[in-house]
Structure formats: structure tokens, C-alpha cells
């Protein structure tokens, strides 16, 4: 069995550009990255996009936007598999040449003939080598040949893997696979193991569904007599019902949860405990995840996606993110929506008021909820609960409690005095001047305390609203 080669840590994360970066992938580059970070060593990136057909440059940019946002920034330029071709075919040609390839000239007739008797017969769908040590002399004319691998028939192939433990397949079992099209172009198997190689990739850490194509590409290592990389293969994600992740679990694309109000740290949180395991500590943040992440702690089952844990962690990240970035986001965010009047003012009061909006919210979109009140004209949107609060009684304590009001100074200390003193004065309890209030200034039930609130909203607005709510037709 080739030895693995032994020098510094060197990962990557090798996507194909047929589609979005999903959330597989994204555990998948997450674990790459932190492993490298945890090593000392360098995280690579390679985009695998020699199906020309379907890689598209979009696709392309949504990988690379999607890591940017997750902040997993490759440590060297990307390396985009379809320049590499002629590399790929080289290494192919110095296979031929040494005996360990052969030229193939079967048509897809033939193949497709090979494929119906070996599924009639019961057996897998392999190629039954018949080129193998046929004479070239005897080639069709007018067929361009494929080039094939001379896998070994006898033993056995071994992958001493990081996470799976050591897994084997009889040889028998492979068949010999095309290296290089008849068109010239090399196959997807051939052409990751010469971009590894030459990549200097000493840790191969993808998904378990690539499990048996490692057994495959160990033959070009094998042929090349290039020491392998070591191996990890980690279990995928499933949806909570154990089902493959799909659609209609909700969101998969990373940029999906990006515009559903998720932060990055809190979906790489939540990706880091996703099949990996370090006690009962649930929020990590970037730097405790390099100092802890090795793949000893990766499991061998597949995880299950559980919205409502991410949303918890979210919220957990979100009430310790920056004030000002999230008035930006904020903002941002509400700038999108409809009769809303954004603004310096309103910019002021979001900012003013964020330390409270976000100890409720767990998303950003439910902070942009949250938030929408203190940017929007009046008449404001009533809930049906703030509504009920404003019966005729509680009109008339408004109208007295802005004269008060707008006898003091808009801090919370002194809104928040003048308030105790005004339900004393009336003999209530402070709830029930404070909710009238809130549902006039608000249109809603719940908001960050009321002075806070009305000290973000200023004097000027705060008494239009209470006018607005107060006037016997409102």
C-alpha cells in the first residue's frame, strides 16, 4: 500500500460550478478550512469546472460570494480545473507510456451492448476490459480511442480513512476507467488526483458520498507512484426527517440563508457542531473552533438539520453582534420595503434603539420586523392586540400624558420617572399607561421598554404619534 505523503498541512475545497454552494459544501469547506487553520497549514481552493456544459461563470461567483460571506478566504488564488487540461492529458500519455493505460477504440454502442448484458446477468455495469491487451492493429477505422487505467485485478485496494476507520474493496470489484475521452478531454476521476498531486494536497476531506471514487483514484496514485494524500470522508447531511437534504427542508443555498436574516458566524457555529463533537459547548466562536477542530471529533453518522437549533444560535450571535453593523443591516434590509420614510432621522433612531431591538429578535429579517415601527409615517399599522388597547379611556389618558410628556426632557431616566409619576398620579399600575403608550408609539404589543422607546423616537415624533392615536376619530 503507498504511504501518504508527510509534510505541511495543505486542504482544499473543490466545487463544481453547476449550481449553488449548498450547505453540504459549505460544512464541507468549513471543515477544510478550520483543519488547515488548526495545523498551521494552507486552505486551497480549487473550482472543478471541466463540465463546460453546465459551469457556468454565475455559479461560479455564487461559490466564491458564498465563502467570501462565510468568511473561508482561500490562502491562494483560486485554481480553475479547466486550465489544467493539458496537465491532465500529460499525466494520462506518461501512463500510456509506461504501461499503465491502454487505448480503448469500443464505440458507445458496444459500451451501452456491455451495460444491458451485465444488468441482465445480475452483475454490476463494468467494462469488461476487452482492449486491455488486444492488438491496436486491430482498431475500428475512423474511432478516436479513450484511454483506460490497467487497474489491478488481484488483492485489494485500502483507504485508511481519517473518519471512516480503514475501509477495503476487492480489486475485482473496479473495473478499468477512462482517463482520458476519446475526445481528448480528461474524465472528472483522472483529472482530481493530477490536481492534488500538484497542488501538494496532503488531506482530501469531502463528503462520504466520495468514498468509492477514492478507491478508483488511489489507482492513478498507484500508476503514477505518487504518495496519496490522507483521506477523510464525513458523513452528509440529511434533513430532519432523515431524508437527503432537498428543497423542501427549507433552505440549502448558503446565500439563501444569508438573506434570511442568518449570520456567518452563527451558520459556521452551527455547521461546526454538524457532525463533529467537543463536549457540551455550543457557541464557538472562530478562533476557539481553530483551536479545538481536529477530525477525531467527526462522527460517522449523518447529521439531520435542525432549523430551530440554528435559529437559537443565531439569536445567541446576533444579541453579542455590533450595534452598528446591525443598524446597517437594518436598514439595509428596510430600505427594500414599501411607504417607509428611511432617512437620517430614522437611521438615528434605529441606532438609538438597537440595543434593545435585538435582545428580541432572532434574524435579522425579525429585527427588520422589529425595527420597521420607528421608520414608518403615520397612520401606523395596528395589530390587532395594540388596537384593542386604545378603547376611549386610554385616548383620553394619552392626550393627558403628552402634556406631560412634553414637559420633560426625551432620556429614558427622566421619560421613565415621569411615566411612575403619571400612573401614580392616576392611581394604576405603571402597565397600564406604559401599554396604551407602547401600542400608540408602536403599533404593536411588545418593543424594547418604553422610555428607550420613546427616547429613540424624540419628542417631535413621539407626540405626532400619541396626537395621531390620542384625536377621538383616530
Not at 450595534?323 to 434605529?350: M, Q
Not at 400612573?423 to 404589543?445: D, I
Amino acid at each position: 500500500m503507498l504511504q501518504p505523503r508527510a509534510m505541511t498541512v495543505r486542504t482544499r475545497f473543490a466545487p463544481s460550478p453547476t449550481g449553488m454552494l449548498h450547505i453540504g459544501g459549505a460544512r464541507t469547506a468549513l471543515f477544510n478550512y478550520l483543519f488547515a487553520r488548526h495545523h498551521g497549514g494552507t486552505f486551497l481552493l480549487r473550482i472543478e469546472d471541466t463540465d463546460r456544459e453546465r459551469s457556468t461563470e454565475a455559479a461560479t461567483q455564487v461559490i466564491l460570494d458564498g465563502l467570501a460571506w462565510l468568511g473561508l478566504d482561500p490562502d491562494e488564488a483560486p485554481v480553475f480545473q479547466s486550465t489544467r487540461q493539458a496537465r491532465h492529458a500529460e499525466v494520462a500519455m506518461q501512463m500510456l507510456a509506461a504501461g499503465h493505460a491502454y487505448r480503448c477504440w469500443c464505440t458507445p454502442a458496444e459500451l451501452q451492448q456491455m451495460r444491458e448484458r451485465a444488468l441482465a446477468e445480475g452483475r454490476p455495469p463494468r467494462y469488461d476490459g476487452r482492449w486491455r491487451g488486444r492488438d491496436p492493429a486491430e482498431a475500428p477505422p475512423g474511432v478516436a480511442p479513450a484511454i483506460r487505467i490497467k487497474a489491478p485485478r488481484d488483492g485489494e485496494t485500502v483507504v485508511p480513512d481519517l473518519v471512516q476507520g480503514e475501509v477495503r474493496v476487492a480489486n475485482a470489484e473496479l473495473d478499468d476507467m477512462i482517463i482520458l475521452r476519446s475526445d481528448g478531454t480528461p474524465t472528472y476521476l483522472h483529472a482530481v488526483v493530477v490536481d492534488d498531486h500538484d497542488m501538494a494536497v496532503t488531506h482530501v476531506i469531502r463528503g462520504d458520498d466520495h468514498l468509492t471514487n477514492t478507491f478508483r483514484q488511489l489507482q492513478v496514485y498507484r500508476a503514477m507512484g505518487w504518495a496519496p494524500p490522507q483521506f477523510a470522508h464525513i458523513p452528509l447531511i440529511h434533513g430532519a426527517d432523515g431524508a437527503k437534504l432537498s428543497k423542501r427542508h427549507g433552505a440549502v443555498s448558503v446565500l439563501e440563508f444569508r438573506e434570511q436574516g442568518f449570520l456567518p458566524e452563527a451558520l459556521c457555529n452551527y455547521l461546526l457542531r454538524l457532525g463533529w463533537a467537543h463536549g457540551d459547548q455550543e457557541i464557538l466562536s472562530r478562533e476557539q473552533a481553530i483551536a479545538l477542530f481536529d477530525l477525531d471529533g467527526v462522527g460517522r453518522a449523518a447529521s439531520r438539520m435542525d432549523y430551530a437549533k440554528l435559529t437559537h444560535i443565531n439569536a445567541v450571535w446576533l444579541r453579542a453582534a455590533d450595534d452598528a453593523f446591525l443598524t446597517r443591516e437594518t436598514l439595509r434590509r428596510l430600505a427594500h420595503r414599501p411607504n417607509l420614510a428611511l432617512g437620517t432621522a430614522a437611521a438615528h433612531r434605529v441606532a438609538v434603539l438597537m440595543p434593545g431591538l435585538k435582545e428580541r429578535a432572532r434574524t435579522l429579517i425579525e429585527l427588520a420586523d422589529a425595527a420597521a415601527f420607528l421608520v414608518h409615517p403615520l397612520p401606523l399599522p395596528m395589530e390587532p392586540k395594540a388596537a384593542a388597547l386604545l378603547t376611549p379611556e386610554a385616548r383620553l389618558m394619552l392626550r393627558e400624558l403628552a402634556d406631560v410628556l412634553a414637559a420633560t426632557d426625551f432620556t429614558p431616566p427622566v421619560v421613565h420617572a415621569a411615566l411612575r409619576a403619571f400612573a401614580e398620579a392616576r392611581g394604576v399600575k405603571l402597565a397600564q399607561a406604559a401599554q396604551p403608550l407602547r401600542a400608540a408609539l408602536t403599533g404593536s404589543t411588545a418593543s424594547p421598554p418604553i422610555d428607550t422607546t420613546v427616547a429613540a423616537l424624540g419628542r417631535e415624533e413621539t407626540l405626532a404619534r400619541i396626537a395621531a392615536m390620542a384625536s377621538p376619530g383616530s
